[in-house]
Each structure stands twice: as C-alpha cells, then as structure tokens.
C-alpha cells in the first residue's frame, strides 16, 4: 500500500512539475520568439533607425510587443498561477 | 494622420496574441485553478470584448468600401457578443455550456467578413494572401469553441482554441500593406512598401 501511495505521489509530482514548467515558459519563450523576430528582421524596429520616421512608425514595433507581451505574462500572470496550482495539487482531496 | 491598416493589424494581432496565451495557460492549469482568483476568468473574455469595441473606430475610420464597412461591423458585434457571453459564463450570470457557441459563431463570422471583403486572389500581395489564410483558419478553428460547448473541459479542445489564437497573431504581425508573398506580387497592387 505504502508503495502504491509513494507511487502515486511521485507521479502527482510530475504531472504538477510538467504543468508549472509549461506555465513558466510560456512567457520566456513568447519573449524569446520577440527577440528572434527582432534579429531576422531588424528593420520591423524603426526605434534602430528612428531619423525621418513618423509617429505611427516610432509606435508600430511589432517584435517588441511580442516582448512585452510575454513579459507582462511572465511577471503579472505567471507567479499567481504557479502559486494557486501548487494550493490546488497540496490540498487534500474530498 | 491615421495609421495605416497594417499597425492596425499588428495593434490586433497584439491583442489576440494576449488572449491566445491566456486561453493556453488555461488549458494548461486547468479550469479549477484558472478560477482560484476572481480577476483571472474575465481576462480573456474581457479582452475580447475590448477588441470588438475597438473595431468599432476601425469601421469608422477604413472605411474603404461598403463591404469593408460591413465587414469590420459584423465583426466587432461578432467579437462583443462572443466576449460579453463569455463574460456571462465566468460570472455565473449564464449557466448553460452551450453560450460558448457565440464564440464558434464569432469565428464564423469572422470568417466570412475577412474572406468576402477580400476581392483579391492568395497571390496578389502578402495582404490578400493572409486575408484568406485567416479566413480559413478560423473557418477550421470554429470546430474548437464548438466542441467546446460540448466537451467544455477537455484540454486538447481548449488548446487548440488557444493555438487559433497564437496563429491569427502570427498572421497579423505577418501583414503588411504592400508586400510580395512567396516572390508574388501583383503590378495592381501599387509600389512595394519599405
């Protein structure tokens, strides 16, 4: 019986792990996708060549909200859920 | 003064990308803890509705012909009443699974405005080209609200609405006014952009 419950408790373990890791890098790689964008085409950031460009140009930086995007994901969202999935997985089941 | 139609793409696509990685993290964690904190159920749904009420100034403002008006005001009541119902699931004010299929609806919806309001064939520019691509995405993609009506908890239809999500935002960031696609570009189309 012991065994079955350590068993079990290895493999509630892993399903959590897997799902905190997957959670913890959403954002790091929507962020890392944004970098990636930004280094295959440098000229969709007219922040790097800003001289001559209009206000909607200096604005419209799509590889940086992608960025921010993931940025905002991995500091707003993530810490919260990652918290609440480990409450969820701890508490005792009814 | 205004901007031109592709930030607005990319403004969008910004906003789909949001609600594509909100819709995924749910998937992820599950309903049960998605819903641990009150604010978490109405950002999706709110941002949603946000985007329809946004493409409002949109219809206002590129209003390039009569379809393209129709279009995008098809599109945002589409986009409001998927959102508000949402928002009517995650507060407890709807009850029924089945309100979900105002999403499925929204999608096709959606579908139908960016494909008919698209006059040009896939190779006449990367625009039209990715006007019909995320026509038939979300013609595709309408299969996953609608099992999601049906089968609200499972996790592969919930990540795969979410990836409908992440591939509209691709697409979109993808657009550009006048751009070859795959080295097609039609003489019609005007002088390429930068």
């Known amino acids: ?94 | 003064m205004l901007p031109r139609a592709e930030f607005v793409h990319w403004w969008f696509a910004t906003g789909f990308l949001i609600i594509g990685l909100l819709l995924l993290a749910e998937a992820v964690v599950g309903e049960g803890v998605w819903r641990r904190r009150a604010w978490r159920q109405y950002l999706w749904p709110s941002f949603l509705f946000l985007m329809g009420v946004l493409m409002w100034p949109v219809m206002v403002f590129y209003t390039n012909s009569t379809i393209h008006m129709l279009a995008h005001g098809s599109w945002a009541q589409a986009m409001m009443l998927a959102g508000a119902a949402e928002l009517g699931l995650a507060r407890g004010k709807l009850h029924s699974p089945y309100w979900s299929l105002t999403t499925a609806g929204a999608f096709l919806v959606s579908a139908a405005a960016i494909l008919l309001h698209e006059q040009n064939g896939w190779f006449y520019a990367r625009a039209a080209f990715l006007h019909h691509a995320l026509g038939w995405t979300f013609v595709v993609g309408a299969a996953f609200p609608f099992a999601r009506a049906f089968r609200p908890g499972s996790v592969a239809v919930r990540t795969g609405l979410a990836l409908v999500f992440v591939v509209t935002s691709v697409f979109l960031f993808s657009d550009r006014d006048v751009a070859p696609v795959f080295g097609h570009l039609s003489p019609l189309a005007g002088a390429q952009h930068r």
């Open chain 1, 1 to 94: 019986m012991e065994s079955h419950f350590a068993t079990e408790a290895v493999a509630q373990l892993r399903r959590r792990s897997l799902r905190a890791a997957a959670v913890n890098l959403i954002g790091p790689l929507t962020m890392l996708g944004g970098v990636a964008w930004a280094f295959l085409q440098p000229y969709r950031l007219t922040v790097l060549h800003p001289y001559g460009q209009g206000f909607w140009w200096l604005f419209s930086e799509p590889p940086l909200y992608v960025v921010l995007v993931g940025l905002g994901f991995a500091l707003f969202l993530a810490p919260a859920l990652l918290q609440d999935l480990e409450e969820a997985e701890d508490a005792p089941e009814s």
